[in-house]
């Protein structure tokens, strides 16, 4: 699925080929049939905050937000053990599981990277991709929170992708 390569992107180390890409991305997001037009003001809302940055303000604060607080780890299995023994057989699993699929990890990449659980969902099935979402929610509503704790404009990218896994919509 197309959304879940586009929200990897901007959840990656900002650069200046993801700034250039932003008229791409959002054309992109326009004709994104699987998005809601909720979801879509929030993304298009994120990529022009983007847009109205220079490169290097956008690295910063996403070293900021990403790098300087552990709270606010795109590595997923960190908010469910932290630094515990329990992390490394999920991340053994996680890697195991890419490859009965075909994708192998980069070794410089944990396998529960968000940009790259992402970039997995969008190579699925979309029933398939959302199951597999779906055993990711609890983190991202914990991820979420606390982005949202800070302000961070990364927070509403990742409800909407906490939303994407949800089985059973939550209602308002």
Do not use: C
Not at 54 to 63: D, G, I, M, P, S
Not at 120 to 127: D, G, H, K, Q, R
């Amino acid at each position: 699925m197309r959304l879940y390569k586009i929200m990897s992107a901007l959840l990656e180390y900002p650069d200046q080929e993801l700034k250039s890409a932003i008229p791409e991305i959002d054309e992109l997001l326009r004709n994104e049939l699987a998005l809601s037009a909720e979801d879509f003001a929030v993304i298009r809302k994120f990529t022009g905050w983007m847009s109205a940055m220079e490169v290097t303000e956008l690295q910063a604060a996403y070293v900021q937000t990403f790098d300087m607080t552990p709270e606010h780890s795109l590595h997923l299995t960190h908010h469910l053990f932290g630094d515990d023994r329990g992390r490394g057989p999920a991340l053994i699993d996680l890697a195991e599981y890419y490859k009965e699929f075909g994708l192998v990890v980069d070794e410089k990449e944990l396998p529960d990277y968000l940009p790259l659980v992402l970039e997995f969902a969008s190579t699925l099935e979309p029933v398939e991709a959302k199951v597999f979402m779906g055993q990711t929610v609890k983190v991202l509503t914990q991820l979420a929170l606390n982005l949202e704790k800070a302000e961070s404009p990364y927070a509403p990218l990742v409800r909407v992708i906490e939303k994407r896994g949800q089985l059973v919509p939550v209602s308002a």
